[in-house]
């Protein structure tokens, strides 16, 4: 009967196996535990930002941060959080959440292959926190909260691939300019959906109790865009139009280009 020799637990090869795998842990530990606002920092020299936006103070880590941004004369929250590396189908899910005085919007962006990403939102947007941009640019004004229900958004190589969401409006009073003056009336609970369609995206609004549509908007692949408004808008807001149309009738249509092709 021979004796099987030992062999030691620690050799070469486990041992250069023990020392990569607890540098890649260090490493992996390190990049998550970075000080968000030293990166930003270190980068911001390099980050072009738009017009109007300025970041003021960024802090936190690399994954669960936050920053204080004022965008077009708006204070602006953002906070992140980083919920693994693997999710799924998905790499680097990211946790996300947007707010301001009145205004909050959250969700997830994730990574789902090469240059290819998707996100998800939920939440309420204050359309009265932006009376000065919708007034400015002769829009009609709302008063209360748009609710924001399960959008989704798809990209690929920069391209739309997906997009759908839902969103509500409680109802109340509606203003608009008319020639010089200002004429109001009392909307019922809205709704409004937007969907893509191999390129095409559509955007219908119409009452709660109703799913005909009271406007409805797209845009072609092409950048090309059309409005179309319905008599029964009309009839909503009480305003009188001349002639026997039904209330499916188209009564203010335009098309324009807004994008470049494609």
């Given at each position: 009967?021979?004796?099987?020799?030992?062999?030691?637990?620690?050799?070469?090869?486990?041992?250069?196996?023990?020392?990569?795998?607890?540098?890649?842990?260090?490493?992996?530990?390190?990049?998550?535990?970075?000080?968000?606002?030293?990166?930003?920092?270190?980068?911001?020299?390099?980050?072009?930002?738009?017009?109007?936006v300025a970041v003021e103070q960024v802090s936190g880590q690399l994954w669960n941060g936050a920053l204080q941004a004022r965008v077009m004369g708006h204070s602006l929250q953002v906070g992140w959080h980083i919920d693994g590396l693997i999710d799924e189908d998905a790499y680097l899910p990211v946790g996300w959440r947007v707010q301001t005085s009145k205004s909050s919007l959250q969700g997830e962006v994730r990574l789902t292959g090469v240059n290819a990403m998707a996100l998800s939102a939920d939440g309420h947007i204050n359309i009265s926190e932006f009376s000065r941009e919708i007034q400015r640019s002769g829009g009609a004004m709302i008063e209360g909260n748009v609710n924001v229900n399960s959008l989704s958004l798809a990209m690929t190589?920069?391209?739309?691939?997906?997009?759908?969401?839902?969103?509500?409006?409680?109802?109340?009073?509606?203003?608009?300019?008319?020639?010089?003056?200002?004429?109001?009336?009392?909307l019922p609970a809205m709704q409004a959906s937007v969907d893509e369609r191999q390129g095409r995206?559509?955007?219908?609004?119409?009452?709660?109790?109703?799913?005909?549509?009271?406007?409805?908007?797209?845009?072609?692949?092409?950048?090309?865009?059309?409005?179309?408004?319905?008599?029964?808008?009309?009839?909503?807001?009480?305003?009188?139009?001349?002639?026997?149309?039904?209330?499916?009738?188209v009564v203010f249509s335009v098309r324009q280009r807004v994008m470049p092709a494609g």
């Open positions: 009967m021979t004796d099987t020799p030992e062999s030691p637990f620690l050799r070469p090869g486990k041992v250069v196996l023990l020392t990569l795998l607890g540098l890649v842990v260090y490493l992996v530990a390190l990049v998550f535990w970075i000080p968000a606002g030293w990166v930003w920092h270190l980068s911001r020299d390099s980050v072009p930002l738009p017009p109007g190589d920069g391209s739309l691939t997906q997009l759908n969401g839902r969103a509500s409006w409680p109802g109340g009073q509606v203003t608009w300019p008319m020639g010089g003056s200002t004429q109001s009336a009392v995206i559509d955007l219908q609004i119409s009452s709660a109790d109703s799913p005909d549509p009271v406007i409805s908007a797209n845009l072609q692949p092409d950048g090309m865009a059309q409005i179309q408004v319905f008599r029964r808008m009309l009839d909503l807001v009480n305003q009188p139009w001349s002639g026997n149309a039904a209330p499916g009738d």
